[in-house]
C-alpha cells in the first residue's frame, strides 16, 4: 500500500483489492481488511468515518485490539462520523473489551447498544460476551444473557452453563435441543462427544465432572484430564468410567504424558461393553507405532476389528493396519 499514489489517486486501486479480501476468513484476511480501510479513510474524507468504523471493526476481529482502539479514538473525534458509524463504533469497542477480558464493561456497553445496532450483531456480541463469561467461570451471568435465546448458539450456551456447574440433566436437555448445527462445525462435534459422556452417566448432578469440563473451557487441559480420572475412578466402568478415561488420556497424549495416556487407554479399552473400548483401543495402537512397536500395534489393531467390527472407529482401524503392515518389517 505504500507504493500507491497519495490522495484520492490511490482510491481506486485499493477499493479493487478490498472486494477481493472482503469475503476471506481467518485472520490474515481480516488484517488484509483493516489495513486497507485504514488506507482508504487517509484518502477519502467523505467516507473516512465508515472506513475507520470498518476498520476497527476488522482490526478485533484479527485480534489486533491496540490497532482497533486506535481507529475508535479517531472515530471519536470525527464531525462527520453519522449513527450509522457511531453504532459500529460501539459494537466493535465491545468486542474490544471482551478481548481484553474487561467484561463487566462490555456488559454495560452492549446494553446500551441494543436498540442501536441491528438484532444480527447485538445476537453475535452476546454470543461473544456469554463465551467469555464462561470462560471466567460466570456460570450464572453467561446464562442469564442467553436465557431466553432459542437459536441453536443460545441452547448451547445455556447447555454448557449447567454443565459446568455440574447439572448434567440441565446440560443434557440443552445440548440436546441444540442439535447438531454450528456456525464452527468443531463446537457441533465437541457438543456431540459431551452428549455421548452425559447419556451414559446415572447422575443428574455431579460438579466434579462439570469442574473438569470448565478447566477444559479455560485451556487447562492438565487440570481437565485430572479431574475427568479423577470423576472417571468412581463411577462404573460402563456407565461413564470408560468414556472419562479415554477423554483423559487424549488429552494427557495431547500434552506429551505418554505413559500416564497409556494407562487411560488401558482403561477404558478393558470395559468391552463401553462405547469407549474401541476408541481407546485405536488410541494404543497410535501410541504402539509412536514408540516404534509396529507388530504389537497390528496384534492391537486386528484385535480391535475383530472384537468391533461395526465401531465407528473400525475403518480408522482398517486404514491404520494396511499402513503399519506395509512399513513393518517382514518375518
Known sequence: MRRLPVGAQGV??????????????????????????????ERQTTQRAKHLAEAARAY?????QNSARRMLAQLSIDPRASPDAAA????????????????EEADRRLADLKQTISLEEHERLTHRLARA?????????????????????GFALRGRARLYRGDLAGASHDLAAAGPFAAERSDATERAAILAILQVIDRDSLPALGAAFLALERGDSAGAAG???AVGAGLPPDRGGAQLFLLAGQLRAGQGAVPEAEQLFVKAATVASSAAAPAASLELARIMIRQGRPKDAIAALEQLILEFPQSAVAPQARRLLDTVRGGAPQG
Open 12 to 41: 481506486g486501486p485499493l477499493q479493487e483489492f478490498l472486494e477481493e479480501v472482503r469475503s476471506g476468513t481467518g485472520r490474515d484476511a481480516s488484517l488484509a481488511r483493516a489495513r486497507t480501510l485504514e488506507a482508504l479513510a
Open 60 to 64: 478485533s476481529d484479527a485480534g489486533e
Open 88 to 103: 459500529t463504533a460501539g459494537a466493535t469497542l465491545v468486542g474490544v473489551l471482551i478481548s481484553e477480558g474487561k467484561l
Open 133 to 153: 463469561w464462561l470462560r471466567d467461570g460466570k456460570t450464572d451471568r453467561a446464562e442469564r444473557l442467553v436465557a431466553t435465546d432459542s437459536t441453536v448458539e
Open 227 to 229: 479431574g475427568f480420572s
